[in-house]
């Protein structure tokens, strides 16, 4: 199919923005969806979508590197900051060419399961001790050439990582492996990316690591060098961050950021997990999106953010897997009603609609694809069919099936118009599962 060659879709049922109907048949053109009719039987050219088209899930935070710790992390205790120590090993085993390996696997992974956007937040730039590659992008166009590969939608979050932390006294200098982290000042960052460009699947955003990676004239110079752009950062995640801002600047982090002018409609704060009132004020008056990650926060024990504070003040919620020790969106998804059932012994605290408007559009929009995340006339042509024929959807109501389903379940992927998975086989790289057990190979942890 060319580019302006028009395709035919037929769903057995769609959820669209109202309601699931059944028969609808999905007319694509240019990438959108160019015609929708309800209640038609299917044609002989009409690629047949079995059970329940849903919108594309978009994975507002990842970083692919992650995925090559899952089952590796589990042997002994400790926190969020031990972990860190086994994510840093497996940054310092990295160059283009396994970054490249290990991302194509992983987009595969997610798409598969029914993500057909991802945000990578990248910050991975430089060789150890932070010499350039020839290219000094190098690792962001393996990011770039491995969602070209497997097809997925990319916006990709190049990362201004400049300190190596922050204590109550102030911020301390880059340690040995995050040295590769940084450009050595906003400038020289914001210089690199702007030798990247927009494509068909593709956005260039900008992110800021963290309070903690940038000191606040930092913060003010990259606020300036991002006007405009989709803007993601690292948000009270952990209470020690908060506490360690509060001590050194007297604000939360959420303050420190909109004193930057980093706050409004385009900021995507991930994670949030520790926020006051005040910060669900700030929050509410910028604009800003939230992106909650719910496997990755229960796994490093980050703590339950406030999903539904966040939903009484207005504030839209994606979602994100961030280290992959789960690349499944409806585990993510779930996992904003269900944390949330924990903390107030109550159920339905968010309807499916809600979860499933979380997990596509409010995502496509964090990432700058604001045509994105539903089946409507005009929007981006990415959605996904799941079966209604497993041992876990089987006599699901439909418009409920995300509170059974899982990525397994997920049997066609369409990005673009591209049919891209079909009865779960990738269309352009055939069976993901080696691509993973090679690509892990290539990574060689001890």
């Known amino acids: 199919m060319t580019a302006t060659e028009s395709r035919t879709y037929w769903c057995e ?38 059970g329940v088209a849903l919108p594309g899930f978009a994975n507002a935070h990842s970083h692919a590197f992650h995925r090559a710790l899952r089952g590796r992390t589990h042997a002994g205790g400790g926190t969020f900051w031990t972990w860190r120590e086994e994510m840093y090993a497996v940054a310092s ?41 020839e290219d000094p992008n190098a690792m962001g166009r393996a990011l770039i050439r491995a969602a ?32 590769r982290f940084s450009d050595g000042s906003v400038a020289a960052w914001a210089e690199r990316v702007a030798e990247l460009a927009d494509g068909d699947r593709l956005r260039i955003g900008a ?7 940038l000191t606040t004239r930092e913060l003010d110079e990259f606020a300036d060098a991002t006007e405009g752009k989709v803007v993601h950062a690292h948000v009270s995640e952990q209470p020690a961050e908060n506490l360690a801002v509060q001590a050194f600047h007297g604000r939360t982090p959420v303050e420190l950021l909109g004193r930057s002018g980093l706050l409004d409609e385009n900021f995507t704060a991930v994670h949030a997990t520790h926020l006051s009132e005040r910060d669900l004020q700030f929050l509410e008056a910028s604009g800003a999106t939230v992106c909650f990650c719910p496997t990755t926060e229960r796994d490093l024990a980050d703590g ?25 969106p409806f585990e993510e998804l779930r996992g904003i009603e269900m944390h949330e059932r924990l903390l107030s012994h109550e159920r339905g605290r968010f309807r499916p609609e809600a979860l499933i408007e979380s997990a ?24 996904i069919a799941v079966s209604e024929e497993t041992r876990r959807t089987a006599g699901t109501d439909r418009s409920q099936i995300v509170f059974a389903a899982t990525g397994a379940d997920v049997s066609d992927v369409v990005v673009g118009g591209e049919h891209l998975v079909a009865g779960g086989e990738h269309t352009r790289l055939g069976p993901i599962d080696p691509l993973l057990v090679e690509a892990m190979a290539l990574v060689r942890l001890p």
Do not use: N
């Open 148 to 179: 070209e590969d497997v097809g997925i939608r990319l916006t990709l979050l190049d990362t201004c990582y400049l300190q190596g932390g922050l204590t109550p006294q102030g911020h301390v200098a880059l340690d040995e492996v995050q040295e």
């Open 360 to 383: 596509t559009r409010a995502g496509y929009r964090s990432l700058g694809w604001v045509d994105g995340g539903r089946l409507a006339v005009g929007a981006l042509a990415d959605f």
């Open 304 to 328: 339950i953010g406030p999903s539904r504070a966040l939903r009484v003040h207005g504030v839209p919620i994606c979602l994100g897997s961030d280290q992959h020790a789960v690349i499944d």
């Open 13 to 50: 049922h769609a959820q669209l923005p109202t309601k699931v109907q059944w028969g609808v048949r999905l007319t694509v053109a240019d990438g959108r969806i160019t015609q929708i009719k309800e209640r038609v039987r299917a044609a002989s050219d009409d690629t047949v979508l079995r």
């Open 207 to 213: 992110a800021a690591h963290s309070v903690r990676a």
């Open 93 to 133: 085993r990295l160059d283009p060419d396994t970054y490249l390996a290990l991302a194509r696997a992983v987009f595969a992974e997610m798409l598969a399961t029914g993500y057909t956007a991802v945000g990578e937040f990248h910050y991975l730039h430089h060789r150890a001790g932070g010499e350039r590659y």
